[in-house]
């Protein structure tokens, strides 16, 4: 009797993974290799019109878009092998090895199209302060909180953004994938976080509660920041930034509550 017991449970455990396992199935499926992108084929980004002087600020404020990028995706893979690394559950870790596949593939594509752009420019220091940020939170419940069910998720709006005004150029190709990939991130985020939280304590909870209540205020900056080469357009750009970031934020704050928290004590910055 006492055996049956212990492995209803164990099954009973293991079936709340197929969430989780679902997307490490759809992840697969996914998967696709730098080399189908259209290189050759395409502008790798918008050429512009215009004066020479008006093309090189052009292209110095995408070559600032790029890099970007490609300073998230490599963050990204530190991240992604780190919770390939200390997650316990066989399913998480079958998921997050595609994970990690996904996120240097992500930085392998964007290493070529900058190469292709005419190199890098100025990194987002409020990135690095985010990574870390995750990288060294901790809990797993933290981590995961922070990295796929927010992070991820708030990001997809901005690639398709680009995809939007990088039309016919491999930039645009590749936001597209990207807005794929971070969408099963994103999901297999919230599927294992839903697990993590299942019977978790009210202690648990306002750890997260206050990982937010840390992030929100730097995603906000980060969403915000503009370098040298994009501060023309930030100024006209400020007021649908800002109210782009409020609804992302909001829609965190809603994801947040669908896994049970208790968010009436997260602080929106806007
Ligand atoms: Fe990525
Ligand atoms: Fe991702």
Excluded at 69 to 95: G, R, V
Excluded at 215 to 232: T, Y
Aim: glycine share 6%.
């Amino acid at each position: 009797m006492e055996t049956e017991q212990v492995i209803d449970q164990e099954r009973e455990e293991r079936e709340a993974f197929a969430g989780v396992l679902r997307f490490y199935e759809l992840a697969k499926r996914q998967e696709w290799q730098v080399r189908d992108l259209p290189w050759g084929e395409l502008p790798p980004i918008p050429e512009g019109k215009g004066s020479d002087v008006r093309k090189a600020r052009r292209r110095d404020m995408w070559r600032s878009v790029l890099t970007q990028q490609l300073q998230a995706d490599m963050l990204a893979c530190e991240m992604a092998s780190q919770l390939l690394n200390i997650a316990p559950d066989p399913e998480a870790k079958l998921y997050y090895s595609t994970m990690v596949q996904d996120e240097s593939r992500h930085t392998e594509a964007w290493l070529k199209l900058i190469h292709e752009a005419g190199g890098m420019a100025e990194r987002d220091p409020y990135l690095d302060s985010l990574a870390h940020m995750t990288l060294d939170a901790d809990t797993l419940e933290e981590k995961v909180f922070l990295m796929q069910v927010f992070y991820e998720r708030l990001i997809i709006p901005r690639f398709r953004m680009i995809a939007r005004s990088s039309r016919g150029t491999v930039l645009e190709d590749l936001c597209n994938r990207l807005a794929i990939d971070d969408g099963i991130h994103h999901g297999a985020g919230m599927a294992y976080e839903r697990v993590l939280l299942e019977g978790a304590g009210r202690s648990v909870h306002m750890t997260l509660v206050d990982a937010a209540n840390r992030l929100l205020p730097l995603f906000a900056k980060h969403a915000l920041w503009r370098p040298k080469a994009r501060e023309f357009i930030g100024a006209l750009m400020r007021e649908t930034d800002i109210r782009m970031l409020k609804e992302d934020l909001e829609n965190g704050v809603r994801l947040a509550k669908s896994l049970g928290v208790d968010v009436s004590g997260i602080e929106l910055p806007y």
